[in-house]
C-alpha cells in the first residue's frame, strides 16, 4: 500500500488537505496516510518547523502532500532565527527530497473562461506549464548574511542545475505542444547567460525536435496575461518561477485552482502554489481546488494510477461549474464546495 505523508501546515493548510483526503478516499481508497505537525504548527508544538520524525517519514514515503505554511506579516514565527521559520522548513523539505523540478500547470479549461477575469477571447484554451527550477538559484546559495551594514544573496546557477531543469521542460513540451520559453535576464545578468547558454546546449545535443526560445522575465509578466497562448512549457529560475507562477494565477482566475508537483529522482511532493492565507484561514471558506488538483498530481506522478487523476479533474470542473467558492464569485464554502465534489465522483462511479 503506497505511503503518503500528509503535512497539513499554517492557517487554510488543515482545511484544504482534509478535503483533498477527503477525495483521495473515493479513488484510492488503499492509500496510507502518515500525518504530522509542519511549519509553524510544527514551531509552536516542537520549537522547529521540520523535526528529525518528520525527515525521517518524508524519507519513507511513496509520496507527501502538503498544505500551506507560515504566518501573516506579525506572525511570532517571522522574528524568530531565519533557520527556524515556517519557510525554512518548507526550503528543507523540498532539499530534502531532492525536488529539483516544480511543474506548475496553469490551465483554462473550456467552459471556466467565465472564472477568468480576462476577456474570453484571451482566457480560452490556456495551457502552460510552468517549470520552476526549485533548489537552486538565491533561495539556496550558501553564501548569505544580514549585518547592521547590509544584506546579502546571491543567485548562481551550476551546470548541472540548469541541465536537469532544461531536461524536464523540453520533456514536458515532446508530450505537448513542443515548444519551451526559457525566460530570464540575460540583458543584465551573468548568471541567466549562463543558464541561456546552458539550455541551448542541452537541446542542441538532446531535444533538437523542441522548439526553443529566449524572452525577458519583465516581458513575459506582461506578456503572459496579455497574451498567454503565445506560451506552451516556460522554464525558469527558482524565483522568476516563483513570481511568475503567482501571476500566472490570474488566468484561471483564483490562486486557490492552481496546483504544484514538484519531482527529483526520488518520492514527489505535491501542494497547491498559493500560501496559508491567514486573511481567511478558519472561516471554512478557502478553495481546495489546488489541493485536491495536486492530489490528483499525485496520483498521476508518484503513484502511476492516471484514471484516478482523471476522475478527479472531472468532478473538479463540473463542480467549479455548479458550485463555485467565493474567491471566484460563488459562494460556497470549504465543506460545501468538497460535498459537491464527492457527490459528483459518486455520480461518475455508478454511471
Ligand atoms: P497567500 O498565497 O497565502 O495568499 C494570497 C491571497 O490569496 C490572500 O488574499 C489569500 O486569501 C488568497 N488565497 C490563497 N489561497 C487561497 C485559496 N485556496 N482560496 C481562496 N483564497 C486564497 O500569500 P501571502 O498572504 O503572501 O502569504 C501568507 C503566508 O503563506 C506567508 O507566511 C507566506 O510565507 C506563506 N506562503 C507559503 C507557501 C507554501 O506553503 N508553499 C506559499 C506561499 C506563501
Ligand atoms: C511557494 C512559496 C515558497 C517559495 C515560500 C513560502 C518559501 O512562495 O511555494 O511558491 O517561495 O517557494
Ligand atoms: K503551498
Ligand atoms: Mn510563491
Redesign the pocket.
Known sequence: MPKIVVLP?D???PE?VASAIEVLKVVAPDLEYDEHKF?GASIDAYGEPFTAATQEAVKNADAVL???????QD?HWNTLPRHLR??SG?LALRKALGVYANLRPIKVYEGMEHLSPLKPELARGVDVLVVRELLGGVYFDPERWINEMEGFNAMRYKKHEVERIARVAFKAAQGRRNKVTSVDKANVLEVSEFWRREVVRVRESEYSDVALNHEYVDSVAMLLVTNPSRYDVIVTENLFGDILS?LGAVLPG???LMPSASLGDGAGLY??????????AGQG??????TILSAALMLRYSLNRPEAADRIDAAILRALNENP???LGGSAGTQEFTQTVLQLLKETVSA
Open positions: 501546515g492557517g487554510i493548510g484544504i511549519g502538503l498544505g500551506s505554511i507560515g504566518g501573516a506572525s515556517p519557510e518548507l503567482d483564483s490562486l486557490g501542494e497547491p502554489i498559493h500560501g496559508s492565507a491567514p486573511d481567511i471558506i478557502a478553495n481546495p481546488t489546488a467558492t467565493k474567491d
